[in-house]
Structure formats: C-alpha cells, structure tokens
C-alpha cells in the first residue's frame, strides 16, 4: 500500500523538476537573446560610427558604451581625430586668411571639426571683402553657392549691378558703331545666322548687312545716346544678357514746341531696342523700334 500511495508524489516530483527545466530554458533563451540583440546592436552602431567618421559620433559611442569592445580602439580614434583638429585650427589661428580658413575646411568639414561653424563664418567674411568690387558674375555666383547665409540679399544686389555695368559696357559699344554707321564693325555682332532680327528668324548676316545700309541711308547721321536709367536687363540660364532700352537721337531736328509753322515731319524720334546678347558678345536677337 506504501508503493502505491509514492507514486503519485513520484509523478508529481518529476512534473516539478520538468517545469523548473522549462523555465530555466525559457530564461536561458530569452538572455540569450538580449544579449544577441545587444551585441548586434552595438555592432551595428560601431560600424556606422566608422562609416560617418566625424568627431562627435566616436564621442557618442564612447559616452554611450564606455567598457564595450570597441572603446579602447573607438577612444584611441577620438583622440587622434581631436589632435589634429586643434592642430589644424593652431594653424589657422597664427595666420587667419584664406588659404589657412579653406585648407582647415577641406581637413576637417567631413569629420566634423569643432571650429568648422566659426572658420566657416571667417571665411565667409573675407571672401565677401574680396568679391564686394568683383566684375566677374561666375565668381559672384561661387560665393553665392559657397556661402548662402547673411550676406545673400547683399551679394543678389551686388550680382544684379555687374550684369546691369556688363550690358552697359556692350549697349555702349554697340549704340556707338550704330551711330558712328560702322557697319563692317557691327557685323562682327552677327554669326552666320541670327536668331531673331526685326521680327524675322535664322536671319543671314548679308540680309543684315542690307537691311542696315538701308537704315543708315534712310536715316542719316543720327548719334543716339542710351537711356540706361530704364534699362531692363536680366540673364538667363546660358548667360545670354536680355536687355532693353530706349535710345535718344542727340544731334536730330527739334523744332520750335511754341512754333505751330514748324515743320516736325524731319524729328528723330526716340528708338526702342531690344538686344540680346551671347556670352561671347553675338547678338542673338536684334529689335528696333519707335
């Protein structure tokens, strides 16, 4: 009867060891898999440190994992990155110009140096000092693209009053030959063809010669002056100059305003151009009108 009433708590001893193995299993995995997370985590967090490569991501991963692994190698690249961070910035320092300011950016804009944010503004300062009198648009543009903070409204003003002084420099030079009737000169405006000229397309450069003996002949000697207060110009997107402006005949008939006999049909009257200009100096489009 005794053997008999054992093995129930037999049964029951074995059911209890069994759920303790199963528990403890269960427990087992589940660190093991913490853990594994954990390792890949850090993993995968080291190997997009090392691919950033800045300053403050190797601080990040040694503030945030300071006995992992990877911190002793993690610290000893920290530490070199910051020497030649302060290195390079000495170098700055004794000398603040230019080439300093642009090869510390070069060195150390990538990785993240301490001082990138004030060597940047540094530079910034100069080159805007040394484009201020520039008349060249390609290289206002460069600092324009370089450095889009507080001197932009500045440096549009700026762009907009050298190509305003180029299409002036090239009107003036035009209106002059015009003028002056220089024709052969005013053909070295023209390619073979021109775009747009007095409303006609793909126009040859013998039908301008013509058309502008024409002109001259019908006109006369007549001096224009540009009217550069209304000047409208602007450039497009492959550097042509589009300008347009009216053009005043100095030398021409006025007659008499209080003088009802007076003849008005021999008055010169005020031109309108419209010429728009290739970077090299061709007119691609020639308008003239009253």
């Not at 910051?82 to 000495?90: C, F, G, M, S």
Request: proline letters at 4%.
């Amino acid at each position: 009867m005794e053997t008999t009433q054992e093995l129930p708590n037999v049964k029951k001893g074995k059911k209890g060891l069994i759920t303790f193995l199963v528990i403890l299993l269960m427990a087992a995995t589940g660190y093991g898999i913490i853990y594994y997370l954990q390792y890949k985590n850090e993993s995968d967090l080291w190997i997009s440190v090392q691919q950033d490569g800045t300053i403050s991501g190797y601080e990040r991963f040694v503030q945030r994992y300071p006995d992992n692994r990877y911190a002793v190698e993690a610290k000893k690249i920290l530490l070199e990155m910051q020497e030649k961070d302060e290195i390079a910035w000495r170098k700055v320092k004794r000398d603040p110009n230019q080439l300093t300011l642009s090869q510390y950016l070069n060195q150390m804009t990538k990785c993240g140096g301490r001082h990138v944010e004030e060597a940047t503004a540094m530079l910034d300062n100069l080159e805007w000092e040394a484009i201020q009198n520039s008349r060249d648009p390609q290289l206002i543009r460069a600092y324009m693209a370089r450095f889009p903070g507080k001197h932009q409204e500045e440096v549009a003003l700026l762009l907009d009053q050298c190509i305003k002084n180029i299409a002036k420099g090239k009107i003036s030079d035009f209106i002059s030959k015009y003028s002056n009737e220089d024709i052969s000169s005013l053909m070295n405006y023209f390619d073979e063809y021109t775009s747009s000229y007095m409303g006609r397309t793909d126009v040859s450069r013998f039908e301008i010669y013509d058309d502008l003996k024409a002109t001259f002949i019908e006109e006369g000697n007549t001096i224009y002056q540009p009217d550069f207060m209304q000047l409208e110009v602007r450039e497009d997107s492959r550097g042509d100059l589009i300008t347009s402006f009216p053009a005043t005949p100095l030398n021409a008939f006025a007659p008499d305003p209080y003088d009802e006999s007076a003849d008005s049909s021999n008055v010169v009257q005020p031109l309108r151009f419209s010429v728009n200009f290739t970077p090299a100096g061709k007119i691609k489009l020639l308008e003239i009108k009253q």
